[in-house]
């Protein structure tokens, strides 16, 4: 691969070039396709292609041929989850028992990168309704982890994920309701930032809507702060969205972490496995952000069980999806996705509102925890990226041991968090820490993962 290459550039690269008109949407959207080409056919990362992506570039390039780009973003690649609409493009899902109709009007992070000028490739692939973490679908397949093709990409954003590793275009849309943003993003070496719940508007709100969040798939924490800048605009359609003004989550991304408080959590609520090489990447981390001056201590938020807490909010969710499908047709959904919602199905009212009661309380231990520390610092996922054809068995284990141990916490607290990628390991897969502040500290998690990152960097994957 050549550095020269437009399709492996940061969106911030591109720009500048477009600016002084040194390289062009149209060469940037052609060198993308190229890879797209040769690599998807064995990493599967879309859904569904957009035939109007190259038109679409040519009107950014006589925009800025002219002066007059139209955004943030114009004439930056950028893919969007099919768990989101996309206006002229089909919302499957994942799913054979979703319909083929187009939807008739983009979804509003998807609207915020087209009104910033990005180009939108197409829909990437995902986990059937977002409901787990290894990355295959019954309706499109197995996604690939393009670092190595017999290792899962994770899900649910399992696309956007390969998408990203792969440089199919250096913006991706995912969504996160347990670790859907967070765990791909480990597994590729990506950065994965799943925002403060409300800082970027959903709609329609999908099956796990109290929890589940919209964010940034990038290779770079300067391009998640600028693609969450085109994303994290009020829109009506969400009654929880913020009323925030607009705003660059660029500025004081560089102020560093000197004198920040972080600690360093083994235990979000329970003893999360970790493997040896996670551990020493947390370590690690821990040691780089010393360095750049902040205060390091290991310290445990006072969490409760947050897998017995995660695993209703889960389950409730599936039953309620499953039980809007005729039983004749239910033999077309995910094995495990049924199985984990006839656990949970019978549960009551009382006892789902308990949970949610439960959840305020985890949510108010995290923001008790962030009146000491600016930043929890933890691992993301348990171990690297697990094999793409390994079966899913017991799935109500598999979410707290093998897939999300690590993740689910934060989005029952709804605060910020974000991956970051670390080192690679032995095996030559990606590792990553995770970062975690208060509510609406999302400036906080961004310059944390940016110190990280310029102590960190690692290569990018390399397809064969």
């Excluded at 094995?335 to 009661?357: F, Q």
């Amino acid at each position: 691969m050549s550095e020269s290459d437009p399709a492996l550039m940061s969106a911030e690269t591109l720009l500048a070039l477009y600016a002084r008109r040194a390289l062009s949407p149209v060469e940037v959207l052609k060198a993308v396709m190229e890879r797209v080409a040769r690599y998807n056919p064995w990493v599967n990362a879309f859904a569904a292609m957009n035939p109007r992506a190259l038109q679409a570039a040519g009107e950014s390039e006589a925009r800025w041929m002219a002066g007059r780009p139209i955004g943030l973003l114009d004439g930056v690649p950028a893919t969007v989850k099919d768990l989101l609409n996309l206006s002229g493009f089909p919302t499957r899902r994942g799913s054979k028992l979703t319909e083929a109709r187009p939807a008739t009007e983009d979804s509003p992070s998807v609207l915020g990168l087209k009104s910033a000028g990005a180009i939108i490739l197409g829909k990437t692939t995902t986990t059937e309704f977002g409901w787990k973490s290894p990355g295959d679908c019954p309706l499109h397949g197995i996604t690939r982890n393009p670092w190595n093709r017999d290792r899962t990409p994770g899900g649910s954003s399992s696309g956007a994920g390969a998408a990203g590793a792969a440089c199919f275009g250096p913006l991706h849309i995912g969504t996160d309701a347990g670790g859907s943003i967070r765990i791909p993003a480990a597994f590729c070496g990506l950065v994965g930032l799943k925002p403060s719940f409300g800082r970027v508007p959903q709609w329609p709100l999908g099956a796990f809507a109290q929890v589940a969040v919209t964010g940034p798939m990038t290779r770079t924490v300067r391009d998640a702060a600028l693609m969450l800048s085109a994303m994290a605009r009020h829109d009506l359609r969400d009654p929880f969205c913020l009323p925030d003004e607009p705003q660059d989550w660029r500025r004081g991304l560089e102020d560093g972490v000197a004198g920040l408080r972080v600690a360093l959590v083994r235990r979000l609520g329970f003893e999360a496995p970790l493997d040896a090489d996670g551990e020493a990447a947390l370590v690690g981390a821990a040691r780089m952000l010393g360095e750049q001056g902040a205060l390091v201590e290991e310290a445990d938020p006072p969490l409760p069980d947050t897998r017995a807490l995660f695993g209703r909010v889960w389950g409730v969710a599936l039953a309620r999806l499953v039980a809007t499908i005729p039983e004749e047709r239910r033999g077309l959904l995910d094995a495990g996705l049924v199985e984990v919602a006839e656990r949970e199905g019978g549960m009551s009212a009382v006892d789902y509102l308990a949970a949610e009661a439960l959840r305020i309380e985890a949510a108010h231990a995290a923001a008790r925890f962030h009146q000491r520390y600016d930043l929890m610092l933890c691992p993301t996922t348990p171990t690297a990226a697990f094999a793409a054809d390994q079966p899913t068995i017991r799935p109500a284990e598999a979410l707290w041991r093998d897939w999300a141990p690590w993740t689910f916490a934060f989005n029952l607290t709804r605060q910020p968090a974000i991956s970051v990628p670390i080192g690679i390991d032995e095996h030559g897969m990606p590792r990553a820490v995770q970062l975690a502040a208060a509510l609406y500290r999302d400036d906080l998690v961004l310059r944390g993962a940016r110190a990280l990152e310029q102590a960190a960097t690692i290569p990018l994957a390399q397809p064969g």
